[in-house]
């Protein structure tokens, strides 16, 4: 059974670092990609960027280039989002999920979401 | 504002049949790039619905079709039932941004 296990929920305050994760499991891990995609309160789904463990291939979306960190462990089947430094409009859910085909395919399994509350 | 237009929302009574639209342009679903189509329940993480612009996943009810024609793409989904009340998003890839893009979103009432 695929599954994609997100880490639990965080609560940082503005200029503090994070890393949140997403763990595959039940498929082979360096065969998709797995994207990011960001859902802030009460809105809509964005694309934020997307990697492929097999080779660390990363493209991220024009909105979120320098903005965040895609990275992945590919022995321990793990993707990563990270910050280093949060600002209060990065509280959102965030979402794994992964991807055959990269930036043109449809994700086909979704994490459960890590929820990212930035406030002083 | 999204590069791909959905209307904010749709409403039919059971049993009927309600469509949504996903608008896009010469970068993205004129260009002949797939549309994908997402549920997301309240509460949970998002449901791929549709893929490749007509094809369902296994397990997801023939009630819910898609197509894509020029620039756009549509949702039906037929024998509304209470329990599709929901979000629906689309998805596709924008050559203008090199990176995938969704919908704003369409929320389904059901009445």
């Known amino acids: 059974e695929v599954q994609l296990v997100q880490s639990g929920a965080e609560v940082k305050k503005p200029g503090e670092s994070l890393k949140i994760s997403c763990k595959g499991s039940g498929y082979s891990f360096t065969s998709y990609w797995l994207g990011w995609v960001r859902q802030m309160p009460g809105k809509g789904l964005e694309w934020m960027g997307i990697i492929y463990p097999g080779d660390s291939d990363i493209r991220y979306s024009p909105s979120f280039q320098g903005q965040v960190t895609i990275s992945a462990d590919k022995s321990i089947s793990t993707a990563y989002l990270q910050w280093s430094s949060l600002k209060a409009s990065d509280t959102a859910m965030y979402y794994c999920?992964?991807?055959?085909?990269?930036?043109?395919?449809?994700?086909?399994?979704w994490g459960q979401g890590t929820l990212v509350t930035v406030s002083s | 504002q999204s590069v791909l237009t959905q209307p904010p929302s749709v409403s039919g009574a059971p049993g009927q049949r309600v469509t949504i639209s996903c608008t896009g342009s010469?970068?993205?679903?004129?260009?002949?790039?797939?549309v994908h189509w997402y549920q997301q329940l309240p509460g949970t993480a998002p449901k791929l619905l549709i893929y490749v612009n007509t094809n369902r996943p296994s397990g997801v009810p023939d009630r819910f079709s898609g197509s894509a024609s020029g620039a756009s793409a549509s949702l039906a989904i037929t024998g509304l039932q209470a329990e599709d009340e929901a979000d629906y998003y689309c998805?596709?890839?924008?050559?203008?941004?090199?990176?995938?893009?969704f919908g704003g979103g369409t929320k389904l009432t059901v009445l």
């Open positions: 998805q596709s890839y924008d050559s203008s941004l090199s990176g995938s893009i």
């Open positions: 010469s970068s993205n679903i004129g260009a002949g790039y797939d």
């Open positions: 999920a992964r991807s055959l085909g990269g930036v043109i395919a449809q994700f086909d399994y």
